[in-house]
């Protein structure tokens, strides 16, 4: 995949993410508010490469965080999604048969991990319970999406085009 494809595919990732997370929202009555965002990332970093989904996932999610008036969850959001992208990108690159689809599952749940630390200092220990039940609902979301269009992708051999494994 030469620079300039990965850049457009990168671009591309970034806008659905913000799209998905920011405008096709379901607002909590707790505050917040769920969203398909992390499908995204998810699929960026199989489909591109994890360190394009750490960035589809920084930039989305706090450019979400910013205009939804969360800016103090921003530096929670980039490690959160970047760690989801990271875990999710690798796994799928480095391990085999079955075992490839983990990130899938993981890196959503670190990011419900990394929420939930956020949810206990900003907001106590309460507001984690109250909150943290909600994530792992949108974690359940983006698995279900994400292993769904991946395997369309890799069932057509989309996947394999724009990316071949090594």
Do not use: C
């Amino acid at each position: 995949m030469n620079k300039t494809h990965k850049l457009v595919l990168a671009a591309l990732f970034v806008a659905l993410t913000f799209i998905f997370t920011y405008f096709v929202k379901i607002p909590l009555p707790i505050g917040g508010y769920f969203n398909l965002g992390d499908a995204f990332i998810i699929v960026s970093a199989i489909l591109i490469d994890p360190f394009v989904g750490i960035l589809v996932g920084a930039l989305a999610g706090s450019l979400s965080d910013l205009m939804g008036g969360y800016a103090l969850y921003i530096p929670f959001t980039i490690v959160a999604k970047g760690l989801e992208a990271l875990i999710a990108g690798l796994l799928y690159n480095h391990l085999k048969g079955i075992f490839r689809y983990s990130g899938v599952i993981l890196g959503p749940l670190v990011m419900v991990v990394i929420y939930a630390i956020s949810y206990w200092i900003y907001l106590g220990f309460n507001a984690m319970l109250i909150s943290s039940p909600f994530d792992l609902i949108q974690a359940g979301v983006a698995i279900g999406v994400s292993l769904a269009t991946i395997l369309v992708l890799e069932r057509t051999q989309i996947i394999h085009r724009i990316r071949p494994r090594k």
